[in-house]
């Protein structure tokens, strides 16, 4: 069973217990109804892959942008208005035609909130954070059905508390002539994670 597949097993689980969490806060006057909204639209729609995709269409029509998000992605994401919690410390790592990058986080589940949103389930699952360390290229073959040549090196990130990880992946072939506005479109989290291939040019 693959490790979304996994993930999705675990669905049912894990939103009761996030359903019975919320219910005692609010009871307990600890939240209202209106803030659990509230943040719930906030990673939907405010926070998430969607602002770590414009800032990869960014880097991939300016150059100069792109050298500054290479080295310092938390300043260089600060001027696309994108920052806050869980990105004070984040690092762009890019693809390239020899090295493919693919994040984990070994201790528990640290991600770059502000670019990516939360966590996918899988991401956060023991599982998934032993196996990618000792058999990336197996992983995302059979996990994710991703298959990354093996003329390709791979690299995988640990991120941590202190420093968090994420990909900034290649172009796709044949969007010389994309608006910003489309590049973003094909721009995917699992691509930002290395996971995953960005979508192909229609």
């Known amino acids: ?47 998430g892959p969607q602002l770590g995709a414009k800032v990869v269409a960014r880097a991939w029509t300016d150059p100069e942008f792109k050298s500054r998000l290479l080295e310092n992605a938390s300043t260089a994401c600060a001027e696309l208005g994108i920052s806050g919690l869980q990105g004070e410390d984040m690092v762009a790592v890019e693809d390239t035609d020899d090295v493919h990058h693919v994040i984990v986080c070994t201790l528990c589940s640290c991600y770059p909130w502000p670019v990516l949103g939360l966590p996918p389930n899988w991401y956060k699952m023991p599982p998934y954070r032993a196996a990618m360390v000792k058999a990336p290229r197996k992983v995302l073959r059979e996990e994710f059905g991703y298959d990354v040549p093996e003329s390709v090196e791979i690299r995988v990130w640990d991120s941590s508390s202190e420093l968090r990880y994420w990909v900034l992946p290649q172009r796709p072939a ?29």
Do not use: C, W
């Open 1 to 47: 069973m693959s490790a979304p597949e996994k993930a999705t097993d675990h669905q049912a689980e894990i939103a009761a217990r996030v359903k019975a969490i919320e219910s005692i806060m609010i009871e307990k006057g600890l939240m209202t109804t209106e803030a659990v909204d509230r943040l719930a639209e906030i990673y939907e729609n405010e926070v």
């Open 174 to 202: 044949g969007t010389e002539d994309f608006t910003v506005e489309q590049l973003e479109a094909l721009v995917t989290r699992d691509s930002m994670i290395g996971v995953g291939a960005p979508k192909a040019a229609a």
